[in-house]
């Protein structure tokens, strides 16, 4: 069991991570992503911004406590939260027929969807084992072996919209 936990704990951190650093990487990406948050019509307009940047600070927060030993326990429970406040604010954006994009990991411009919610529920299945107690150390190389995992389960969650977009119907061409 302690190699699921440390694959689900990697899977978070990097997730998170990379959610992070997509918000942030270029001038205008935390513009862009404080546009989406005002799309939502979720948070007043004034403070749009205030929560745009507690978000990304939280999210940043997550690896930086899944890493050090003694808040190991938090990074899981900040990604929880987290997590449970977007799918909410998802499943509430999709009820009131809001148009509005996924501004998951800053660079995608796919429409919020039933999909984008059965991700949520499934890190949110990660974060309750990454919160199970680690009683034994486990071996350096069954370790990394989780943690590899983790991190192509990570690739996997953070390129979901491209990956869907690879099997999704071509559009018609126009015709002359």
Do not use: Q
């Not at 991570?17 to 205008?28: F, M, Q």
């Not at 911004?49 to 990074?75: R, T």
């Not at 491209?162 to 071509?170: D, K, Y």
Request: with cysteine; hydrophobic share 55%.
């Amino acid at each position: 069991m302690v190699y699921v936990v440390v694959a689900c704990r990697a899977l978070l951190a990097l997730v998170f991570l990379v959610s992070a650093v997509g918000k942030l990487r270029g001038r205008g990406a935390f513009g862009a992503f404080v546009a989406e948050i005002r799309a939502w019509r979720l948070v007043p307009a004034r403070s749009v911004p205030v929560v745009a940047g507690g978000v990304v600070v939280a999210e940043a927060a997550v690896p930086v406590l899944s890493v050090v030993p003694v808040s190991a326990p938090f990074g899981p429970l900040v990604a929880g939260f987290l997590v449970a406040v977007f799918t909410l604010g998802i499943a509430l954006t999709r009820r009131r027929g809001v148009s509005a994009r996924c501004a998951c990991f800053g660079r995608t411009a796919t429409p919020l969807g039933r999909r984008h919610l059965v991700r949520n529920v499934l890190l949110l299945g990660a974060v309750g084992v990454a919160l199970a107690p680690v009683t034994e150390p486990g071996t350096a190389p069954a370790v990394l072996v989780a943690v590899g995992s983790g991190a192509l389960g990570a690739l996997l969650i953070t390129t979901m919209d491209e990956i869907t977009a690879l099997f999704a119907p071509l559009p018609d061409a126009p015709r002359s």
